[in-house]
C-alpha cells in the first residue's frame, strides 16, 4: 500500500519540491502569526515567552469594549469605507463612461496614463504633498488662497471638523484613476454589437449609456462593491496616520481599527488590547469577506471569488 | 448632429484636463517649492508659481545628507532582491498549483487562498519577528515580512498559467525525455514572460514605495530607505542629521533650508517612479485589469 503512494506520487516530486519555499514562507509570514491570536487571550510576558504566558480569557476584550476607543474606531472604520465605496464607484464608472465615448485615440492613452500618476506614489510622498497644501505657515491653502482672499489662516492640523473631507478628498486623489481603469476595461469588454443596434435603434448617447453600458458594467460593480465590502474591517494605515501626520487633536476622527492597533502595540505599549482589536478585526473581516462572497455568488456566480 | 458630438467630445476632454490637473498639481507645488528660495518660502508659502530660484535645498542633500545616498542605496537594493526573491517564490508555487494533474491540486490551492482571507495581524506577526527570528535593525526586515510573495499574485500567476500553456506542450516535452525542472525553466517561463513582466512591476513598485516595514522593525537610520527616511523626517527633519556619516555633529540646523528640503527630498523619493512610469504604462495597466477582473 505505502509503495503504491509512493510510486503514484513520485513523478510529482519535483512538482513538490517547486512548492516547498512558497509553502513555507506563506507558513511562517501567514499561518504562524493565525495562531498568534491566542495573543489576544494572554498577559504577555516575554521573559515567560508566548506559550508560557499566563492566560486572562477575553479579559481583554472586555477592557477594549468598555473603551470608547472600540467604538470609535469601528465607526471611523466603517463610515470612511462607506464614503470611499460610495465615491470613488461612482467617480470611477463616470470616468470609464467618458474615457469611453471619447474619440480620440491619443486622449484616452495620455488621459489614462495621467490619471495613474497619484497611485503609483507611495502615501509617504503623498504625506508631504498634502503638507505642502495644508501646513500652517507655508502651506498653498493658507497662503494662497486664504491669504489671497484676506481670510484667516486655519490650523488645519488642529481642526478635526475638515479631516473627513481631506481624507475623502486624498482618497478619491490617488486611487480614482486606479478605479477607473478596471471599469474602464470592462466598458470596452462590452460586445460591441449592443452597441451598433442600439445605434441602428437611433438611440441617443444617453440612451446608450443607461441602457447598454451601465447594465453591462453591472456584474463588474456588484463584484467590485461586495469585495470592497468585505475589506470594509480594514483601513489604509498610511492614509489615516501618516496623511494626518499622527497629530493628536486629530485622533478622534482619524482613529482606525490599523492605527490603533499600531499605536498600542508601538506607542502605549498595550499589547492586551493591541491584538485584541486585531482579533476583532480578523474576525469580523473575515466573516464579511465569506458573506460578501455568498452573495455574490447568489447574484451572479461566475463572478464569485471561490 | 456632428456639431452637437464635436461640442460632447469638447466637454468630455475639458472633463478629463480637469482630472489631470488635479492629479498632477500638488507634483508642481512640489517641484516649484523645492526650487524656490528659503526666504522667500518663508515669506510667501509653497507656492505652484515660481517667484525665485534657488538650487540650495538640493545643494545641501548633495553636500551634507550621506543619510539620503545610503538611503537610496538601500531601496534600490532591497527593490532588486526582494522583487526577484517574490518572482521566483511565486512562479515556483504558482507552476504546479496551475498543472490539473497536480493530486490534491484544489487542498494546495486553497492552502494559499485562505492567506487572502484571514490573518493573525500585526500584533503576532510583529512578535514574531522581532522575538523569534530577531529581524529588527536587519535588511532582511525590509524585505522578509509581508513583501516577499502574497496569495493574490501566486493565483493570479496560477490562472494566467493554466490559460495560456496548453498542455500538449507540456506533454510533448515530457515525451521528449524533459524534467519537470527543465519544462519549468526552458517552456514554462519563456512562454509567461508577460506576466513576470507585469509581476516584476507590480512587485518593484510595492517594494520601491514600502514604508511600513521599515517602520515597525527598523530604530537605525543607517537601514532605512528612502521611503522609511521621508516618513521619519516628515515628523523631524533632524533625522536628516543624526546620520551614520562623520561630521553630523557639525551640521548647524538653523542653517539648513529645511521648508524647501522637505520638498526636494520628497521629489527625490518619487522621481524614479514618476520617470520609469510612462514607458511601462502598458503593462501598469494590464497588470492592474488582469488582477482586479479576473483573480
Known sequence: MKKSIFQRHRRFIPLYLMMVPGLLYLFINNYIPMAGIIIAFKQVNFRLGILKSPWVKFNNFTYLFHTDDAWTITRNTILYNVAFIILGTAMAIVIAILLNELRSKFGKKAYQTVILVPYLISMVVVSYLVNALLATETGFINNSIIGAFGGDPVSWYSTPKYWPFILMLVYLWKNFGYQSIIYYASVVGLDAGLYEAAAIDGATRWQRIIHVTLPGLKPTIITLVLMSIGRIFYSDFGLFYQVPMDSGPLINITNTIDTYVYRGLMQSNNIGMSSAAGVYQSLVGCALVLLANFIVNKVSKEDALF | ?295
Open chain 2, 1 to 295: 448632429m456632428v456639431e452637437k458630438n464635436n461640442r460632447f467630445q469638447i466637454v468630455v476632454h475639458f472633463v478629463m484636463i480637469l482630472l489631470c490637473v488635479f492629479c498632477l498639481f500638488p507634483f508642481l507645488l512640489l517641484v516649484v517649492s523645492s526650487f524656490a528660495d528659503e526666504q522667500q518660502l518663508i515669506r510667501d508659502g509653497y507656492s505652484i508659481i515660481p517667484k525665485s530660484f534657488s538650487l540650495a535645498a538640493y545643494e545641501y542633500i548633495f553636500r551634507n545628507a550621506a543619510t539620503i545616498f545610503k538611503a537610496y542605496g538601500t531601496t534600490i537594493m532591497v527593490t532588486v532582491v526582494g522583487t526577484v526573491l517574490n518572482i521566483v517564490l511565486t512562479t515556483l508555487l504558482a507552476y504546479p498549483l496551475s498543472r490539473k494533474d497536480l493530486p490534491h491540486r484544489n487542498a494546495w490551492s486553497f492552502v494559499v487562498f485562505f492567506t487572502m482571507l484571514f490573518n493573525g495581524g500585526l500584533v503576532p506577526s510583529y512578535i514574531m519577528w522581532t522575538q523569534y527570528f530577531h529581524i529588527k535593525n536587519t535588511y532582511a526586515a525590509l524585505i522578509v515580512p509581508g513583501l516577499m510573495m502574497g496569495a493574490f499574485y501566486v493565483i493570479m500567476m496560477r490562472t494566467n498559467l493554466s490559460q495560456n500553456i496548453p498542455e500538449e506542450v507540456l506533454e510533448a516535452a515530457r515525451i521528449d525525455g524533459a524534467g519537470e525542472w527543465k519544462i519549468l525553466i526552458r517552456i514554462v517561463v519563456p512562454m509567461s514572460l508577460p506576466i513576470i513582466a507585469t509581476l516584476v512591476l507590480l512587485v518593484g513598485l510595492a517594494y520601491w514605495n514600502d514604508w511600513t516595514n521599515g517602520l515597525y522593525y527598523l530604530t537605525k537610520t543607517k537601514y532605512y530607505t528612502i521611503q522609511v527616511l521621508l516618513n521619519a523626517m516628515l515628523q523631524d527633519l533632524q533625522v536628516l542629521l543624526t546620520s551614520s556619516f562623520s561630521g553630523a555633529s557639525n551640521v548647524d540646523i538653523t542653517s539648513m533650508p529645511s521648508t524647501s528640503i522637505k520638498m526636494a527630498i520628497a521629489v527625490v523619493g518619487a522621481i524614479p517612479v514618476l520617470c520609469i512610469y510612462p514607458f511601462f504604462q502598458k503593462y501598469f495597466v494590464k497588470g492592474i485589469t488582469v488582477g482586479a477582473v479576473k483573480g
